[in-house]
């Protein structure tokens, strides 16, 4: 091919005129061609003086876009792009991206290729989102990000953290190309769902299980969200699976309370835990890998976590997961016993704290309706724990009895086989009349349940998982082995066992059998105060601190108690005036023996000494 001679255009000609322009032109059709004879009609152009023809020329372009109808010809045109994106002003090559402003001066969008090729609306929040493409280093990467991002000169930054060549100066031009190449190529960028997070979405099924579904959520939960997934043999696992069902009850409430999580958001029940504890070498760790294997990667640091995160972290890990199990390993890892309760009554709870944005306002509440599983090597409740962080844990002591016979083994085969049950549990629930049929088994389970001694919210988890196992049963394994209201209850709390306060009343009556001692003239030992035949007289301060050191509540505690007459106050108060060592003091007046005579039969059986 013969070099094409450029014409000797003047300043003048570049200026005043159109002709280099329309000269330039008539070879828009061949491309390469034009990307030639554009840098050298720029170098031409410089000669003479003018340092702006590819703005000229960019001016000239939109000209002729709008003129009798005809469309110029520009577009993208970066090296292995996936997509052709009309660029309307814009001038788009391995360059960057150059336009012109309002007077005509080139102006920089961005110094590398970037382009949108995704357009994401998630099926949660209905929020949209942008996936970018942008070449650094000859390679192409990809980064999410939400539109209010995108449209604001100080939040574009952001894009500098992930290599994005974007500062205060071009972060205005940056944001006029982008708004402008989504606009001008709105039905060429593929639309797509996406989610943030796993489990129920009203209207549109199960994350990650609904069709073509595509994950935009925070970066650090990308690996989370991709552990959910079915991976090897579905045969081997279901082999291994009905093997361990008839075994041990621990492992299979394991199994099942997983299933179970699924059911918590349809069946209106609250969030609860199970928690597996016992001793070191009982493969407990291995019971969370077959919980996990029901609908993701069982190995550790995939699905399963520790303890070893902050509340914070653990929140958003409950907000993530949803409606399916957070699964928690080592709680022996917090050495604080009063943490404990506060992660119970967190996470059982179901939404989160509020907490405000730099910007203003509050930043969205995380909710979550699920099955937390934990183990450890000590009980989750403490005997000071409160009523509503036992009424909220169903606690399998495994008795230091090994859960499986090869663990090993049971380790491996779940570590290669997993995914596929979880799948075709939440596919049995969303056919036809299926859910109905799960929501009235577990309602004939709590009514059956709410008949013993446990209290409500214990019989409406255990409901759930008795439901979720009798589902599991009929529609995956089909092997009859199931557990029964029998099989559960032993590891249900009682009334009594949830109340704080008689728990609190048995500590002292112990406390004071140990320490009689120190209510007697004894010149050898400290005085907490005295003690009768009908009452042990405790000095008020040394009441608190008895009580507070153990982790009840002193005031609570002594209101319930003066309501059920088990201590004598004077009017108006919970202590009464008493010589102690000859020195009148405030104490608590605790009655040694109780007058069972005003008890009701239901309050003499719950109470915690014989009388």
Not at 299 to 321: C, D, P, R, W
Not at 401 to 425: E, S
Not at 525 to 531: D, H, K, R
Request: aromatic share 10%; hydrophobic share 35%.
């Amino acid at each position: 091919m013969n070099e094409i001679v450029i014409p000797e255009y003047t300043k003048r000609d570049f200026l005043a005129t159109t002709a280099p322009f329309e000269w330039l032109y008539q070879y828009r059709n061949n491309k390469l061609q034009m990307k030639q004879l554009i840098e050298r009609m720029r170098e031409r152009a410089g000669a003479v003086g003018v340092k702006n023809f590819v703005s000229l020329y960019k001016a000239y372009l939109e000209m002729m876009s709008s003129k009798d109808g005809i469309i110029a010809d520009n577009t993208t045109d970066f090296e292995g792009q996936e997509l052709e994106l009309d660029c309307g002003s814009w001038y788009c090559d391995d360059l960057g991206i150059t336009g012109t402003d309002k007077m005509g001066f080139e102006i920089v969008a961005c110094n590398h290729p970037i382009m949108p090729v995704q357009r994401l609306v998630n099926i949660d929040s209905g929020i949209e989102k942008l996936k970018l493409a942008y070449r650094k280093n000859k390679q192409w990467r990809y980064i999410i990000s939400d539109k209010k991002t995108l449209a604001s000169n100080n939040s574009i930054l952001q894009l500098a953290d992930y290599g994005v060549a974007v500062n205060s100066e071009n972060a205005k031009y940056l944001v006029r190309y982008l708004t402008d190449i989504e606009h001008l190529n709105y039905d060429k960028i593929e639309e797509l769902n996406s989610v943030g997070r796993l489990g129920w979405i009203d209207n549109y099924g199960f994350s990650p299980y609904v069709e073509d579904l595509v994950f935009d959520g925070d970066l650090t939960f990308k690996h989370f969200f991709e552990s959910v997934g079915e991976k090897g043999s579905y045969e081997k696992w279901l082999d291994l699976a009905k093997e361990i069902r008839c075994g041990g009850i621990c492992a299979r409430l394991m199994l099942v309370a997983s299933f179970a999580s699924v059911l918590v958001k349809p069946c209106c029940a609250l969030p609860f835990f199970v928690h597996l504890w016992g001793g070191t070498e009982t493969g407990k760790t291995v019971g969370l890998m077959l919980a996990a294997s029901v609908w993701a990667n069982p190995k550790m640091g995939e699905y399963i976590h520790t303890f070893n995160s902050t509340s914070v972290a653990q929140e958003l890990s409950a907000t993530f997961v949803n409606s399916l199990p957070l699964i928690l390993d080592e709680l022996q890892i917090i050495k604080d016993r009063k943490d404990f309760d506060n992660i119970i009554y967190m996470l059982s709870e179901g939404v989160g704290r509020n907490r405000g944005q730099k910007t203003g306002g509050l930043q969205k509440v995380g909710s979550w309706q699920n099955c937390i599983l934990t183990t450890g090597e000590m009980p989750i409740n403490s005997g000071a724990s409160g009523g509503g962080a036992v009424n909220r844990i169903i606690e399998v002591d495994c008795k230091d009895i090994r859960l499986f016979d090869d663990p090993v083994n049971v380790a491996d085969t779940l570590k290669h086989n997993y995914g596929f049950a979880g799948r075709m549990f939440v596919g049995k629930l969303m056919e036809q009349d299926n859910m109905d049929y799960a929501i009235q088994v577990q309602r004939d389970f709590y009514r059956e349940l709410s008949m013993g001694e446990t209290t409500e919210k214990q019989a409406m988890a255990a409901s759930v998982i008795l439901a979720a196992d009798k589902l599991a049963n009929e529609w995956i394994f089909k092997d009859g082995n199931t557990l029964s209201v029998k099989d559960i209850e032993p590891y249900l709390s009682t009334k009594r066992d949830v109340s704080v306060n008689e728990r609190a009343l048995e500590f002292l009556y112990e406390y004071i059998s140990i320490n009689q001692h120190r209510f007697r003239n004894d010149e050898y030992s400290e005085v907490w105060g005295a003690m009768d035949d009908g009452y042990t007289y405790i000095i008020k301060a040394q009441f608190d601190k008895i009580m507070k050191d153990e982790g009840y509540n002193p005031t609570a505690f002594l209101s319930w108690a003066k309501q059920r007459d088990y201590i004598t106050c004077a009017p108006n108060r919970t202590t009464k005036s008493k010589r102690v060592q000859q020195k009148t003091c405030h104490c608590v007046w605790l009655k040694n023996v109780i007058n069972t005579e005003d008890m009701t039969d239901e309050e003499r059986e719950s109470f915690p000494f014989d009388l």
